[in-house]
């Protein structure tokens, strides 16, 4: 990763947060239980809270000096979280369920004081998703909102975009090759990271013309150690996301909304989408940046997320 490793130390440790259908979310807490302001954090799809690597070491000397506390955590069927338990089967897996994840990651490791919410890509889907089934905890208990490279709804009609085109893979062919699973995981391997053919490939898909070769490599790295499960599992849940209607909780706390311009999983039609939902917003478009912008310009993340804690930290002052 390409940010400047900070010189305090940091108090970290790890979690597991049981979900209601048995699920295990495994979390990295960082910082003290008495600071004033908590940001948790969510990653996309197929990737991990090692997507936020970036953005932690930038983080790492206010959390070190107490100035806030950071979660992450590994989305369900991600990193090293599992799936729900056999005793609870889901007829179709939701975004609505990652909602209720992050409400369990609430009530579990961020029971009290105010809490800044940064989710990229499905991760802002399912602050969403929060926000639409728990209203009530916007703000009161959630004091600010990041959303990086996301999408309120809508994602495949365009089928010109890289959503579109995957959203054109039928239901049978991904449930035969989720039944081929173990097959394709081995093919996998024959293409790792490592191959400048997988490399350029994830380089087209996902990062604008700055990402550098260490970006991509990382970033590869984090995409590869995904399971082919949840790939297919979740497609058809981001295909029916919709909650464009279903936002006005987030219209109570401060917004911050970051879209790169080269982004072609949620190009930057969706923030600005997003921006005249909540037209109180500040809405960021980076140039020459793609998907992953937490990796392309953690310190605009890093600013964003830093305003929200102020604003947070003054809002309680005052209370």
């Known amino acids: 990763m390409s940010a400047t490793v900070p010189s305090r130390t940091v108090c970290r440790r790890t979690a597991a947060v049981r979900t209601g259908d048995g699920a295990r979310l495994h979390a990295t807490v960082e910082g003290a239980e008495c600071a004033p302001v908590t940001v948790v954090l969510a990653h996309g799809w197929t990737l991990s809270q090692a997507a936020w690597d970036d953005v932690a070491t930038l983080l790492a000397d206010r959390v070190a000096g107490g100035e806030l506390r950071l979660v992450r955590y590994d989305q369900r069927g991600h990193g090293r979280s599992t799936w729900a338990s056999p005793r609870h089967p889901e007829p179709a897996l939701s975004l609505d369920r990652l909602g209720a994840d992050l409400a369990d990651v609430l009530h579990q490791l961020a029971p009290t004081g105010p809490v800044i ?11 969403m998703c929060l926000a639409a089934a728990r209203p009530e905890l916007f703000g009161d208990r959630v004091a600010g909102v990041a959303l990086v490279a996301t999408s309120a709804g809508d994602l495949t009609s365009d089928p010109r975009s890289a ?5 054109r893979l039928r239901p049978g062919a991904l449930n035969a090759a989720l039944a081929g699973a173990r097959v ?10 490592s191959s400048p053919r997988h490399r350029k490939v994830v ?8 990402a550098t070769d260490e970006m991509v490599l990382a970033g590869a790295e984090i995409m590869h150690a995904s399971t082919l499960r949840s790939f297919i599992e979740f497609m058809p849940a981001l295909g029916d996301h919709d909650k464009r209607t279903e936002l006005a909780a987030l219209s109570r706390v401060p917004l911050e909304i970051f879209v790169g311009d080269s982004d072609k999983l949620t190009p930057p039609r969706h923030s600005r989408q997003l921006s005249e939902a909540l037209p109180e917003a500040r809405l960021h478009r980076a140039e020459r940046t793609g998907h992953m912008l937490p990796q392309e310009r953690p310190q605009l993340v890093v600013d964003g997320l830093l305003r929200l804690v102020a604003e947070a930290a003054a809002e309680r002052a005052v209370a």
């Open 184 to 193: 394709l995981e081995k093919l996998r391997t024959l293409v790792p990271p």
């Open 163 to 167: 959503a579109g085109r995957m959203a």
């Open 117 to 127: 919410l940064g989710g990229h890509s499905m991760g802002g889907m399912t602050i």
């Open 203 to 210: 380089r087209e898909l996902l990062y604008g013309a700055d």
